[in-house]
């Protein structure tokens, strides 16, 4: 199979690979599976005050274009509010890396997380809010 130069270069060279304390309430953490293959990824968010993500770190147990799909989207959401963020499609990564039909499902992973993260960010400021 074929692979775009980016999915190469993203794979060869991920970018935000790593992870921060989850315990930190500015830290957003999203963790989803792949139901076709079982490749695991983890997004994590750092969301500050004015709901802007400052910083994006991921870990991916998966193949190349999931890991070139988490990488690319750690570089897309930083310095976007959580709104833009929400809107990230898997079509634009999948697009962007030019991945063929069977691996549509890696990018799916990679929007999956991003809404995962926003969620876990949400349930843990209603969380603070509440005391
Ligand atoms: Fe095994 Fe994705 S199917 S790494
Ligand atoms: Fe399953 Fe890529 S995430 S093969």
Redesign the pocket.
């Known amino acids: 199979m074929a692979y775009s130069e980016e999915v190469i270069d993203h794979y060869e060279n991920p970018r935000n690979v790593g992870s921060m304390d989850k315990n930190d309430p500015n830290v957003a953490t999203g963790m989803v599976g ?1 139901p ?2 079982g ?1 695991v990824m983890k997004l994590q968010l750092k969301i500050n005050e004015e709901g802007i993500i400052e910083d994006a770190k991921f870990k991916t147990y ?2 190349g ?2 890991i070139a799909s988490s990488s690319l989207v750690t570089e897309w959401v930083k310095g976007k509010t959580m709104e833009e963020a929400a809107k990230i499609k898997n079509t634009q990564i999948a697009q962007e890396l030019a991945l063929p039909p069977v ?1 549509i ?2 990018s799916i ?1 990679a929007e999956d997380a991003i809404q995962a993260a926003l969620e876990d960010f949400k349930s843990k400021q209603q969380a603070l809010a509440q005391g």
């Open positions: 792949a076709a293959c490749d998966g193949c274009s999931a691996k499902h890696c992973l």
